[in-house]
Nanobody
Framework: QAQLVESGGGSVQAGGSLRLSCAAS????????MGWFRQAPGKEREFVAA????????YYADSVKGRFSISRDNAKNTVYLEMSSLNPEDTAIYYC??????????????WGQGTQVTVSS
């Protein structure tokens, strides 16, 4: 089994920044990478960013390119999501996941419990 624990969510005004963390333990290292997804009320879960464990290759949704940055610390089994220039449309529950670092949620085997991000205008 694997456990993923997100932290760092909260409330921020538009234009502000937040950093999310996802600490992985258990069998997550048999996966190829980590990803971040988000789900806003009444909307489907959508891909945000992903990174591979080995080469650190990154992938981003068009809506966050240039504003969000994903990184990893292999020694700590932790992945980060730096978010800047936040706007109210970024408000959602953010989930980290472990699996293949792709854009489809079906590529991930393990999920965290989620952390709320609220951006006010």
């Amino acid at each position: 089994q694997a456990q993923l624990v997100e932290s760092g969510g909260g409330s921020v005004q538009a234009g502000g920044s937040l950093r999310l963390s996802c600490a992985a333990s258990g069998r997550t290292r048999i996966t190829l990478g980590m990803g971040w997804f988000r789900q806003a009320p009444g909307k489907e879960r959508e891909f945000v960013a992903a990174i591979s464990w080995s080469y650190g290759r990154t992938y981003y949704a068009d809506s966050v390119k240039g504003r969000f940055s994903i990184s990893r610390d292999n020694a700590k089994n932790t992945v980060y999501l730096e978010m800047s220039s936040l706007n109210p449309e970024d408000t959602a529950i953010y989930y980290c996941a472990a699996g293949r670092p792709g854009q489809r949620y079906t590529e991930y085997d393990y999920w965290g419990q989620g952390t709320q991000v609220t951006v006010s205008s």
